[in-house]
């Protein structure tokens, strides 16, 4: 019988290439399903994407409050207040969301399919770009490895915009590894929509313009007239939705995100320091011990023959600049500007890309030596402590995010909240709220929240004149503001605040005006 082909039914062949690939996806998409189970994840950007998706459905345009009273799209002011635009990502997550409640999904419901879905979806683009660059064993270790890794379980988890961003990128690099083998323009041009679709996503979606010009000049070398000619159409089908975009922000900010981080003060070996470590936790000793083996191998065989390098650069050169671009990128905008720590998130976006690059650096090794068994025992021996190592992360990640452990504010603290009970039931639509942490108050009740002055002379002029107001302090020692409590404390003794509840997660307040 032919091992590629087997007879499901009488005359229905199933290629066990799709079987496995559907496989990776039904596996991929329980897991993700798995992670959400008790909710998607939602941190302080979620708020962002899903308050931005409500108003978008509601006709509201892209801001990012709640406010019940009034069209907010009307009334433009700046953060200290209540209403602020949303400039500060691209905007296909939030329109993928609204477009998802417009068809009857809750807002949290959509912010969790999306991710999922892009999760399992993954699996088609890696397995095709494992197998163009490596052959399928490395489509089919890479589409195993990323469904186990933890990272990427954890960005499928939450309300983020990076797993959507890693499927768009991956596309984007399947329509560029097309072109640069058969040299179709329509590749080129697909690859440029993804890039746009990308970009709308990230802002350092932009190396994918990079990628994309490096692969036009490669492929058409001397043709200076093509090569104009396809750069032109392939960057203008890329930039101009973002171009739209950041024309828009500009106009109603002082620059493209509306954001002004300020210079940042952690020095470049630093960074560098804490990218390495986060690299090494997130994939183990085990696989950098794997990846300098495979170099180290080629290395010693060019000396034999150069086009040994030379052929595995050839069929790799697009992740790796990829991997490059974004390492490069995101490093600097670290040095220059006062941005997010580097983390597991902000990472993930190399992650399948790494691990694609790896297995396809092996097997390019294990093809070009005659003797091979001891190689086949070195992948053995890798796959069972390094599967071992991720499958023990992921089964301790998928317990905590069945409990909701490790989802933020749908973590039990925030989901049980007593406080936040209080207000939805004992809070009139026209009461002024105030709280330490009014972003994640205004999510959960659909309400427009304030900041707590945290100056002294600015909370008591706030509070003495302030009719039924109300401030709700949370508790939580992870998210304590020690100034909010001594100014509650101190007005509260001054007869300018009264104790109307107090829950040991949180306590409420309100003026006696």
Known sequence: MDIQKFTFF????????????????????????????????????????????????????FYTIYDNRKDVSNDYQDEKNMLSPYTAQPPLYPLLIAVLIHLGMGSEQSAQLIPVLSFAFMMFPVFFIGRIVGGNLTGYFSCF??????????????????????????????????????????????????????????????????????VIICKNKTRIKKIVYNIFIFGSLSLFPISLWIYRN????????????????????????????????????????????????????????????????????????????????????????????????????????????????????????????????ILCIFLILFSSYQLNNSFKFVEDSISGANKDLNSPYWKNNQG?????????????????HPKILEFKIKKPVKSIPLDEKEFISTFKNEKNAIIIYFKKENNTDGSNLNLIKLNQKNNVLTLVADFPDSAVYKTNN
């Open 420 to 436: 936040i009970s209080w207000v939805q039931k004992n809070s009139p639509l026209n009461t002024k709220l105030y709280s330490n």
């Open 145 to 214: 490895t990323c469904i186990f890794l933890t990272p990427l379980l954890l960005i499928t988890s939450f309300a983020w915009t990076e797993m959507l961003f890693i499927l768009l990128s991956s596309l984007s690099i399947v329509y560029f590894i097309k072109y640069n083998e058969d040299l179709k323009n329509l590749d080129l041009y697909i690859a440029g929509i993804f890039t746009s679709f990308a970009i709308l996503t990230k802002y350092i979606g932009i190396i994918l313009i990079f990628i994309g010009i490096i």
């Open 10 to 61: 009488k005359g229905f062949p199933l290629n066990i290439q799709t079987v496995i690939l559907t496989f990776f996806f039904i596996s991929a998409l329980i897991l993700g399903i798995t992670v959400t189970q008790s909710g998607v994840g939602i941190s302080p950007d979620s708020i962002g994407y899903i308050s931005t998706g409500e108003n978008l459905f509601h006709g509201n345009g």
């Open 250 to 377: 500009i106009t109603i900010t002082s620059n493209f995100s509306g954001m002004n981080r300020g210079k940042s003060n952690e020095a470049l070996i630093f960074i560098i320091k804490k990218t390495s470590h986060i690299l090494l936790n997130d994939f183990n000793l085990i696989f950098f011990i794997f990846i300098s083996i495979s170099f180290i191998l080629l290395f010693i065989y060019s000396f034999k023959n150069r086009e040994f390098i030379l052929k595995y650069l050839k069929k790799n050169y697009i992740i790796i600049c990829y991997i490059f671009f974004y390492i490069t990128i995101l490093l600097s905008i670290k040095l220059i500007w006062n941005f997010d720590p580097i983390d597991s998130r902000l990472l993930s976006p190399i992650y399948p890309f790494m691990i694609i690059a790896g297995f396809s650096l092996f097997f390019y090794c294990y093809k070009i030596k005659n003797s091979k068994k001891w190689l086949v025992l």
